[in-house]
């Protein structure tokens, strides 16, 4: 628990001749002041280390560090309660069901995840009229086969990657269905995994 300037100051006199202190006593309160403010801000950062300290300003960097955002008008204890409520990530289901769930309002159709080592002939199988899409991630990698007439892709096969995500490199806006599925994809799967979203033709 941080000290207050007078307990600091207290500590000091215990070092000095008390027949002298007196001249110095003002000295030495600027430095107790000093080492109380000293304190206090450690034991406010270290509260701010916490997902139940921190608020404001702090507890939106804890959710960024988590790869989250505060949203409009978030309180902070929803915040962190949703911090603290793990969402499902990594695993097939959980993209699953997280793109499935952002597909439902577009269709009744559901996505499927191809992982590399489900076929050796997916490497030679392309769907799609002009064979832009390669029905193969190969390793550390998988598909996510979406139905027909959510749009249209810039390109095919594109790898879902934080640099590449808009419409510079998917040709896609993020504000869209594929967009959205795009940043959800990337946000759940695992570090290292690359990720291809591949529309059917109709």
Not at 45 to 51: C, E, F, M, N, S
Not at 63 to 86: I, K
Not at 142 to 150: E, K, Q, T, Y
Not at 172 to 182: C, N
Request: aromatic residues 8%.
């Amino acid at each position: 628990m941080a000290r207050t300037t007078a307990e600091l100051l207290t500590r000091f006199e215990a070092f000095v001749d008390p027949s002298s202190f007196g001249a110095h006593q003002p000295l030495q309160g600027g430095v107790a002041a000093v080492y109380a403010t000293v304190e206090q801000f450690g034991e406010d950062a270290a509260t701010a280390g916490l997902w139940g300290g921190a608020d404001g300003v702090w507890l939106s960097l804890h959710a960024r560090s988590q790869g989250t955002r505060r949203r409009s008008g978030e309180a902070d204890e929803t915040l962190r309660t949703r911090l603290r409520t793990v969402e499902g990530a990594l695993t097939r289901p959980a993209i699953l069901d997280a793109v499935n769930s952002l597909m439902s309002a577009y269709t009744d159709e559901e996505a499927l995840i191809v992982e590399w080592w489900e076929s050796p002939y997916l490497g030679e199988t392309y769907i799609g009229e002009d064979h832009a899409a390669r029905l193969s991630p190969g390793p550390s990698g998988f598909l996510v086969i979406l139905p027909a007439g959510l749009g249209e892709a810039g390109w095919g096969d594109a790898h879902l990657g934080e640099t590449f995500l808009g419409e510079s490199f998917l040709g896609i806006e993020e504000a869209d269905i594929l967009g959205l599925l795009a940043s959800e994809v990337v946000a759940k799967r695992a570090a290292g995994v690359r990720a291809w979203l591949v529309i059917l033709s109709a």
